[in-house]
C-alpha cells in the first residue's frame, strides 16, 4: 500500500534528494552538510520580537511620561 514512507523525521537531501534523518547534520548518502542557519536566525528573530514586545507591554503599562506633556508620539 505505502510506497513512499512518510516519516515526519525524515527530510529530503537538497543535493541527493534521498531520505535523510532531521537531526543529522551531514548527509549519509552524500556527505551535504546540514547548516541550520535559517533555523538560527527565525529563533534570533523571535526572541528580539519577544524583547520588543516586552518593551512595548512595559511602556504600555508604566506609561510614557513624554506623553503626559503633550508631546505624546503613540496615539490611541
Ligand atoms: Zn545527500
Excluded at 15 to 30: F, G, L
Excluded at 46 to 69: E, N
Amino acid at each position: 500500500m505505502e510506497n513512499k514512507t512518510e516519516n515526519p523525521n525524515l527530510t529530503t537531501c537538497p543535493d541527493c534528494h534521498k531520505e535523510v534523518s532531521i537531526h543529522a547534520k551531514v548527509c549519509p548518502h552524500c556527505g551535504r552538510e546540514f547548516k541550520n542557519e535559517k533555523a538560527g536566525e527565525v529563533r534570533i528573530l523571535l526572541i528580539v520580537l519577544g524583547i520588543a514586545l516586552m518593551v512595548i507591554g512595559v511602556i504600555l503599562i508604566l506609561g510614557i511620561p513624554s506623553c503626559q506633556s503633550g508631546k505624546a508620539f503613540i496615539t490611541f
